[in-house]
């Protein structure tokens, strides 16, 4: 099977934990029948300094004729805020990525990285969180600006609200999940309240899957609280930014957090979720597996090959029994002593091997 994949390195550590996605795409490619073919397409801040543009339209196609795209992280110090990362917006909104999937798994290995005692943490942290990807503040619809007042607008629509709560559930009910919860702030804002009408009349069609509704507020503490019974949440664009970063401290590092921007059953982008990291870069000390575990996103979504997902998934929770990137060593001196302390491709080089040796069996 022959899949075209776009690379979007970027800029920062963006190049850096892209090529350790590239490799294990290319230890597939050697235990099975996929064939890969790596396109380049320049973006982010680099690129908007040599060009005038951050996603040149030739990029662009190239995405567009992709079966996937593989993306690293973009913005550079000295730039004006938002110059480089808006081509991520131009990507999501381009291409019609209305959802943005953030699995968040604290690997058992990494539970001494929780910042959480035990109590909070009990059986585990394995939860979805599902943002819508393409409307609210973020797409910067009806904006006003002037030298006194600035006004943004939250605008949802139907239809957007409507498909997103019906990936919701559907990825629940996929994934065996018993709950979806709902985050808005339906107490203050009418978007909001237009959002909650829409997911509980939805939700009308799911009766085998418990409902309930959170504030922003109020869930983000509960994630503090509770986090270990939390499966799949679905909530608009600035709150999912807000609480999935919340959640990836949770496990241990941004560096270990994949995302998935997905128009199911077209073009989809797959990213970690930590940013170009500019004061690191080039350091090799970047933690590649939230880059890794976009392309078992990439593997489950795009290509619906859970069984290659799930191996990819094994090899990190074998690899962090034995070696680490600075960011997650544990706390606990007598067992850092005993892994071994990894630069970026030495992350890599070891969960690739232990892929290699999974699917070989």
């Known amino acids: 099977m022959k899949k075209k994949i776009a690379i979007a390195r970027g800029d920062g550590i963006g190049p850096e934990v ?80 209305y959802v943005n999937l953030r699995p968040i798994k604290l690997f058992e290995s990494l539970r001494d990285k929780c910042p959480l005692k035990e109590e909070y943490i009990q059986d585990g942290i394995d939860m979805t969180i599902i943002r819508e990807n393409t409307e609210g503040l973020y797409a910067k619809i009806g904006a006003e600006v002037s030298d006194n007042i600035v006004i943004n607008k939250m605008i949802y629509t139907r239809k957007s609200v409507e498909r997103i709560i019906k990936f919701g559930f559907e990825y629940a009910k996929k994934k065996g999940h018993s709950e979806v919860i709902s985050v808005d702030k339906a107490n203050l804002l009418e978007c909001s309240q237009f959002w909650r009408e829409i997911y509980l009349e939805i939700g009308k069609n799911y009766q085998d899957i418990k409902q309930r509704n959170f504030y922003i507020d109020a869930f983000c503490q509960w994630l503090i609280r509770k986090p270990y019974t939390v499966q799949t949440v679905v909530t608009e664009n600035m709150f999912g930014d807000i609480i999935s970063d919340e959640a990836a401290y949770l496990i241990g590092s941004l560096g270990m957090a994949a995302s998935g921007n997905i128009n199911p059953g077209k073009v989809s982008m797959y990213e970690p979720i930590h940013g170009s990291a500019p004061d690191i870069a080039g350091k090799g000390i970047a933690n590649p597996i939230g880059t890794i575990l976009s392309v078992k996103l990439m593997l489950d979504e795009s290509f619906g090959e859970k069984l290659y997902g799930d191996l990819i998934e094994n090899a990190v929770e074998l690899s962090l029994e034995q070696g680490r990137t600075i960011d997650i060593l544990p706390k606990n001196e007598l067992r850092k002593g005993k892994l071994k302390t990894l630069n970026t491709n030495g992350m890599g080089d070891l969960i690739s091997q232990h892929f290699q040796t999974l699917l070989k069996k």
């Open 18 to 97: 892209v090529a350790e996605g590239i490799k294990i795409l290319k230890v597939l490619q050697n235990f099975s029948d996929y064939q890969f073919d790596f396109i380049e397409t320049p973006l982010g801040g680099q690129v908007l300094k040599d060009t005038g543009t951050n996603l040149p339209q030739k990029s662009f196609d190239l995405m567009k004729k992709s079966d996937a795209i593989l993306f690293g992280a973009i913005g550079l110090p000295g730039l004006p805020l938002g110059a480089a990362e808006s081509a991520i917006s131009k990507i999501r909104q381009g291409l019609d990525l």
